[in-house]
């Protein structure tokens, strides 16, 4: 199974949208909605940030979210924060009944 | 609160064996499906394998398959790997993370424990 493909960067400056993308196959992202999102901060454990392609945890704020269109998944941050950079990964239920990451995204706060 | 604590990483050769814990608190640990997810030193998250409630369901990765057992003690509140015949590739941190029974994503992780293949 491969890593599903996301931007290895994506920066913006505070208060600004940004959209990171996360592309698979019909086998795995374009084949259920099993798509979610982690937040990892340095030497920390991820976080759940978004589940079901676009349903948010409690807890998470609503600058947050996110959507699916054929085999591509993206998240959205809205009025980017110093406190978003991190690194954000997407992952997916697959037909194979495992699960599979993604590459990763490094989100800049400029 | 839950809290996941995996314990039992460190320093193995390779072609060694190695057996990582996790102790679950908080939470009704025997209602939950169960993960191992692991990265390696500067790289991105790789899920490992998965376990259902009652073990009735297993699942590995490709690159584990064959070599890491899953398995778990409900009595014990317990989630464990065995892994076996190691690889320096399998140097990583290794999380334990609790399954979402709202569908297949992890909600709760723990703090992970690092795993060093290396003669």
């Known amino acids: 199974q491969s890593a599903l493909t996301q931007p290895a960067s994506v920066s913006g400056s505070p208060g600004q949208s940004i959209t990171i993308s996360c592309t698979g196959t019909?086998?795995?992202?374009?084949?259920?909605?099993?798509v979610s999102w982690y937040q990892q901060h340095p030497g920390k454990a991820p976080k759940l940030m978004i589940y079901d392609v676009s349903n948010r945890p409690s807890g998470v704020s609503n600058r947050f979210s996110g959507s699916k269109s054929g085999n591509t998944a993206s998240l959205t941050i809205s009025g980017l924060q110093a406190e978003d950079e991190a690194d954000y990964y997407c992952s997916s239920y697959t037909s194979s009944s495992t699960l599979v990451f993604g590459t990763g995204t490094k989100v800049t706060v400029l | 609160e839950v809290q996941l604590v995996e314990s039992g990483g460190g320093l193995v050769k390779p072609g060694g064996s190695l057996r990582l814990s996790c102790a679950a608190s908080?939470?009704?640990?025997?209602?939950?499906?169960m993960n191992w997810v692991r990265q390696a030193p500067g790289k991105g998250l790789e899920w490992v394998s998965s376990?259902?409630?009652?073990?009735?369901?297993?699942y590995y990765a490709d690159s584990v398959k064959g070599r890491f057992t899953i398995s778990r003690d409900n009595a014990k509140n317990s989630l464990y790997l065995q892994m076996n015949s190691l690889r320096a590739e399998d140097t990583a941190v290794y999380y334990c993370?609790?399954?979402?029974?709202?569908?297949?994503?992890?909600?709760?992780w723990g703090q992970g424990t690092l795993v060093t293949v290396s003669s």
């Open positions: 993370a609790r399954e979402d029974p709202r569908g297949f994503h992890f909600d709760y």
């Open positions: 019909s086998s795995d992202v374009g084949g259920y909605n099993y």
């Open positions: 376990i259902s409630s009652s073990s009735s369901y297993i």
């Open positions: 908080g939470f009704t640990f025997s209602s939950y499906s």
